[in-house]
């Protein structure tokens, strides 16, 4: 009972220190707004408002056809571009992709001599490169069949195709990167907040003085991570009312009570992971330097910013070991695809394995930092 | 210089709503020695840091050295003239550095030669004994080292006006005594030095001729010592400020201590044999003692001598090394929490938490000493009270002067009514009314509630006042008497008297500087360069890149963090997408159905999981994650085929991630549409004429679209955004954090200089950084690299420059170290993953992300080095990005210029 209480307070003393660091709560309501709304908002995912510009040498109907065919969202309107500019343009990576229409493509077309459209991929806007020229391929395709009368061609197709996106229709990006944007926030918070109170605490000596109460690590552990707990579940509550369903209108489909426990529960692991790398480092400076190659590569490699699939296998099973992987599945799961506990619980116990693993190690670690 | 030193009138100054100093103005002549006395919390030190110009001034006009301290100008010209110590055990010191490195870094500053540097230093640390420990790092220290090393720094260079701020803090009264011969010898040397000192000793005070009182914020008298004193009778100066007081807020009943009863002859501590190591030096050599139930025991002894320790370790905080103590007829034991119940500690420095206020704190460790709720209230209001600390209940503790802080520490320690007090100089720092008040609570605990005392002190009559004291040297105890008997075996008519003969024969002959030998060089004084100095520079550079290779951790984390994650992400950051997870709903089964998904089947980028059999699996897999994709055949798609009805196809797509839908549907269509063709056969109708025209797609710079040569390029970009940002970070809000931020105000160190100077090793740093990122993207990845190296190096060093000035200006505008680091990473991480181009090309941003990705350097830094690598580029084409991220250095510094204040507000 006595340990309850402990806990209790100690976690509302954290609660009364954050409170009055006002730099530290602007840059959490930073990261709860800002940071979520402009790239949902200004997001792009594949092939989206690329840029293109077009060489027109021919200036006939069917090269001014072309060049409109190009169409948002995936592409934004063509440019007018001069050929000599041609590899000016590319070589700043101003535009991403170039079409160049010879002169006499028109007449060489209809006279049947099978001119070329020569289209120009800058191959290392990766994102775009291979499927933006797939897109262009096949509506110069459409196009040229349309012109040389052969528009029913298309309708006569043998078989058609449909392809239907379920959870989210339009593939809009932004509601995905707003998820993801608050998953990455998440984790910053929780490894940044917990970790540097905790070598605060020892930077000042009040570590010293916890210890001559009659208080035991894991109620000084406890009491960091439940504090953290209640302050990012409910910032990222406040997030998905206020900036993902309000402002940007993401209808998420799933149980948002089932997301915030899951939250709760990857704030357990990635709090006990902050107090472990807390133990590692001996100042604040260490450990900012020895978060960053943990952080980073748990923004960038847990499937929500790049697909995990593609990943050599070692590393995608490197990264089944980070909290995060199992977090960005579960909230594409719960928020966009509905799915219930009966779908997630092989993540969920994943996450919760992986949080008693990182909590034991780092207590065991914190209780000997204490020792020494 | 003969008129006046200072001259102030109608000085206020407030901290919010609360006023520290009141309507100050008095004057005081040149070369004369003035001592500042007035109880905690009075704006003693509020007083001295505007003097010093560390404090801006709010109101009213204060003239030092012959001009106003409001004007920049004089102000710059004061700074070579005026000396400040701040107040603290040793704050504004760099704990990396040794102590010679500490002195010299002052020296440098101050435009000192080395040769005049090393004269000063040598006759300095034998002065304050200190020259034994030179080499030792100031961390290293014990609290009363620091603030002899604190004032050599003060005194490296030749001040006018030497301000300092309770030097004797917790300093034996042998190092005291020397610590004053020492200023004397320098005052001898400069007649027109004015000495300003603010003192809780009032025998300290007596010595000055001048004499300033304050009051809560008010100055209550000012003149002549000896005229203020002769007011009382006694003639002495705490009666006198008692006097000019007018109320009497503290009744001065000489403190009477009843005598011991024997009749208890429990032990309560025991320590035998306690040996402390740490590596070679033996920090407590065999102590041994005995304490009794309800005595009050004193430790006494020189700065460093073990005293601090041996109390670590009597309360579980460091493990011997040989020898047993016992504690309450227990083996000290860190995990027995019951004896920490009936144990209260204070530690030297304070440890209580900074942010919250004074009754929160006594709040929170009622509450952790499980004391019932019906008794915490009362006894809170009771050491409230008791402790004097009403006025300042509800302030923010950390904020407090230290004699209130010490107050509130004490407080705490004896809240849980413990049997067993431990005290690490509880009252140093507190004014002589509140230590008496503290040592009237003392001798009721011990005398009327048993409560055992162990404290060390170095206040003789504190000393004087244990029931037996213990005299400790160099981690061994020397002797261990009652105090008259220790007077006796010593023959000192005083007891300092006897502790100072004690010392000097533990240590032999006394090591000071002769009489002939001056402390301050011969040479002309140091002429010190207003202005930008590169030696200050430099001097800052060199102490930062000291710390930094000192930090072999952090050394190791950034080149080592760098190498990791351009492993990983060039390895793990890749857009290609294969292997797709898919199934098919084959509700047809003919040989044309599966002619159709044959295709799909021989792909490398679809890999089939086992077949679906209704609508709502499809669904429920889909959800599951299990496929991607799912291929839905319409029943009767052969026979439709045939008959030229056009069957549907569907596709259904996992659209939670929206890139990888976007990336398998183009897959999709691309099969379908080459599928056609066949079909087309299938079906024996000619699908179309030949094609009318050719398109030739050319990708460009990476033929084979590899993702690591577009990629690994731009990791760099990223990598040197947030590494060197952290590095910087830190720099500044440190300083600020723990204390040595005084430094940069009290010196002739420029805004200009300090950025620069913080800046350099961390930049020499990130170089590395980029060259082991240019190597391993060539030889690792094998990325071809096709353009200027030249060109790449120089907009690295920009890219780099521009990244640590970011996190300077991060570490300017951050008042914890918590918020820098947090900053650093939410202000980096979203420009630089999502904006800069690495993953989607900045031509396709829009709106505010555009704009974010523009007012960020990592985007500019990303179009050289991909440029560089891929694009065979060179500055030719990519200078406007160079002079963008030059742009960003220069505005980014600009820009800390005016978020760093060259005075405290």
């Known amino acids: 009972m006595h340990k309850l209480a402990h806990i209790l307070r100690l976690g509302i003393k954290e609660l009364t220190s954050l409170r009055h660091d006002s730099v530290l709560l602007l840059f959490l309501f930073y990261a709860f707004t800002v940071a979520i709304y402009m790239p949902a908002a200004g997001s792009v995912i594949g092939v989206h408002n690329a840029s293109v510009a077009f060489v027109d040498e021919d200036h006939g109907q069917l090269s001014r056809q072309l060049a409109q065919a190009l169409q948002p969202p995936q592409f934004q309107p063509a440019a007018p571009l001069a050929y000599d500019q041609l590899d000016k343009v590319m070589d700043s990576g101003q535009y991403t992709f170039v079409i160049n229409v010879p002169a006499n493509f028109q007449a060489d077309l209809l006279a049947g001599r099978q001119p070329s459209v020569q289209v120009n991929v800058d191959a290392t806007a990766m994102s775009q490169a291979f499927m933006g020229a797939g897109y262009i391929g096949r509506i110069f395709q459409r196009e040229l069949l349309t012109y040389s009368g052969q528009a029913d061609v298309a309708s006569r197709a043998p078989a058609t195709l449909t392809t239907r996106a379920l959870f989210n229709t339009n593939l809009e990006g932004g509601w995905f990167l707003a998820v993801i944007q608050i998953v990455n926030n998440i984790t910053i918070l929780a490894i940044v907040l917990t970790g540097t109170a905790l070598l605060r605490e020892r930077e000042h000596g009040t570590l010293d003085h916890l210890l001559v109460l009659p208080l035991t690590a894991l109620e000084i552990m406890l009491a960091k991570i439940w504090s953290n707990m209640l302050v990012v579940v409910l910032c990222t509550w406040l997030s998905l009312e206020v900036v993902v369903k309000g402002m940007l209108g993401v209808p998420l489909a799933g149980s948002l009570s089932l997301f915030l426990l899951v939250t709760a529960l990857y704030l357990f692991a990635s709090t006990a992971l902050g107090i472990f790398l807390a133990t590692l480092a001996r100042s604040t400076p260490q450990f900012g330097l020895l978060a960053i190659p943990v952080i980073i590569p748990m923004l960038l490699l847990s499937g929500g910013s790049t697909p995990l699939d593609s990943m050599p296998q070692w590393l995608q099973w490197v990264m089944q070991g980070s909290p995060s992987t199992h977090f960005v599945s579960l909230s594409a799961a719960i928020l966009f695809r509905d799915a219930g506990v009966n779908v997630v619980w092989p993540d969920l116990l994943a996450l919760a394995g992986i949080g008693l693993l990182f909590f034991a190690v780092a207590l065991a670690r914190f209780r000997k930092s204490l020792a020494s | ?905």
């Open chain 2, 1 to 905: 210089m003969n008129g006046l030193a200072l001259h102030a009138t109608g000085i206020n100054h407030r901290y919010g709503k609360q006023q520290a100093l009141i309507d100050i103005a008095f004057s005081l002549p040149a070369g004369t020695r003035c001592g500042l006395i007035g109880p905690d919390g009075a704006g003693k030190s509020s007083l001295l840091g505007l003097i010093a110009g560390v404090k801006k001034l709010q109101a009213g006009d204060l003239q030092v050295l012959g001009g106003s301290i409001e004007d920049r100008r004089h102000r710059n010209s004061l700074y070579p003239l005026i000396a400040f110590m701040p107040q603290g055990l040793g704050g504004n010191l760099y704990p990396e550095l040794s102590i010679r490195e500490n002195i010299r870094f002052f020296a440098t500053l101050f435009g000192l030669s080395k040769a005049d540097c090393d004269q000063r230093m040598h006759n300095l640390l034998l002065a304050t004994d200190l020259a034994r420990f030179a080499d030792r790092p100031a961390g290293k220290l014990s609290g009363g080292m620091k603030q002899k090393l604190g004032l050599c720094c003060a005194l490296i260079h030749d001040p006018d006006l030497l301000i300092l701020d309770e030097p004797t803090t917790g300093v034996d009264p042998l190092s005291r005594r020397r610590f004053w011969e020492l200023v004397e010898s320098v005052r001898s040397e400069r007649p027109q030095l004015t000495l300003l000192v603010a003192t809780a000793y009032m025998e300290e005070a007596e010595q000055f001729e001048h004499c300033l009182m304050l009051d809560r914020g008010k100055l209550i008298a000012d003149g002549l010592s000896h005229e203020l004193a002769a007011i009382t009778p006694s003639g002495k100066l705490d009666d006198a400020f008692t006097h000019f007081q007018g109320d009497s807020a503290h009744d001065n009943q000489p403190l009477v201590i009843p005598p011991r009863e024997n009749g208890n002859s429990d032990i309560a501590i025991e320590a035998h044999d306690l040996t402390l190591r740490f590596g070679d030096f033996i920090a407590v050599n065999k102590v041994s003692f005995a304490i009794g139930r309800g005595e009050i025991f004193g430790f006494l002894g020189s700065n460093g001598c073990g005293k601090t320790t041996t109390m670590k370790v009597l309360t579980g905080l460091m493990p011997a090394s040989e020898g047993s103590a016992m504690l309450l007829g227990n083996p000290v034991n860190a995990k027995d929490l019951a004896t920490r119940k009936r144990v209260g500690f204070m530690s030297q420095s304070f440890s209580l938490y900074g942010e919250l206020s004074v009754r929160q704190n006594l709040v929170l460790h009622a509450q952790l000493f499980d004391l019932p709720k019906a008794d915490s209230g009362p006894r809170i209001d009771e050491l409230i009270q008791r402790f004097d600390l009403s006025h300042i209940a509800d302030q923010p503790s950390g904020k407090l002067p230290l004699g209130l802080r010490q107050r509130l520490s004490l407080a705490v320690a004896v809240l849980h009514r413990p049997e067993v007090l431990i005290l690490d100089e509880p009252t140093s720092g507190v004014d002589p009314a509140a230590r008496d008040d503290f040592w009237r609570l003392l001798v009721e605990l011990s005398r009327e509630q048993g409560v055992t005392i162990f404290l060390s002190t170095h206040f003789m009559n504190e000393a004087q006042r244990c029931d037996r004291i213990s005299l400790m040297h160099a981690g061994k105890v020397l002797a261990c008497d009652t105090p008259d008997a220790l007077q006796q075996q010593f023959h000192g008519d005083t007891l300092e008297a006897a502790f100072v003969t004690c010392l000097e024969q533990a240590q032999g002959a006394p090591e000071t500087a002769t009489p002939n030998e001056t402390v301050s060089a011969a040479s002309a004084p140091p002429i010190s360069k207003r202005g930008f100095s590169l030696a200050r520079l430099l001097a800052v550079a060199s102490r930062e890149g000291k710390e930094l290779l000192r930090d072999k951790v952090r050394m190791a984390f950034a080149l080592l963090g760098a190498i990791f994650m351009m492993v990983i992400f060039g390895y793990g950051i890749s857009l290609d997408v294969e292997k797709l997870a898919f199934a098919v709903y084959d509700q047809d089964q003919t040989p044309q159905s599966r002619a159709y998904l044959e295709a799909f089947r021989s792909s490398r980028y679809f890999a089939e999981q086992p077949p679906i059999t209704d609508s709502a699996e499809l669904h429920r897999r889909l959800q599951r994650s299990e496929i991607k994709l799912a291929l839905e055949i319409p029943p009767g798609f052969g026979r439709d085929l045939y008959a030229g009805r056009q069957p549907a196809v569907a596709a259904w797509l996992d659209g939670g991630m929206p890139f990888r839908a976007e990336t398998s549907r183009n897959y999709v269509e691309a099969v379908h549409q080459a599928n056609l063709q066949q079909l087309a056969e299938l079906n024996s109708t000619p699908l179309s004429r030949p094609a009318a025209a050719k398109l030739e797609t050319r990708f460009r710079y990476n033929q084979d679209v590899v993702s690591v040569n577009a990629i690994g390029p731009g990791v760099m970009a990223l990598i040197l955004a947030f590494i060197p940002a952290m590095l910087t970070a830190l720099g500044i809000v440190r300083e600020k954090e723990l204390g040595s931020i005084t430094n940069f105000y009290a010196t002739p160190l420029t805004r200009l200089e300090f950025l620069l100077g913080k800046q350099a090793p961390y930049l020499a740093v990130s170089l590395i950084n980029l060259a082991l990122l240019v190597a391993m993207n060539r030889w690792l990845f094998g990325v071809p690299f096709k353009g200027s190296g030249v060109t790449l190096a120089f907009g690295g060093l920009l890219y780099v420059l521009a990244t640590t000035s970011m996190g300077l200006l991060i570490s300017a505008f951050t008042r914890t170290q918590i918020a820098a680091i947090l900053g650093t990473m939410i202000i980096t991480s979203l420009p630089t993953i999502q904006f800069s181009g690495l993953i989607v090309p900045r031509s396709s941003l829009e709106g505010a992300a555009a704009l974010m990705g523009m007012l960020f350097p990592a985007g500019y830094f990303l179009d050289v080095a991909v440029g560089t690598f891929t694009k065979a580029l060179d500055l030719r084409q990519l200078w406007p990005q160079c002079l963008a991220l030059f742009g960003f250095f220069l505005g980014f510094t600009g820009l800390s210029l005016v978020m760093l204040k060259k005075q405290e507000a």
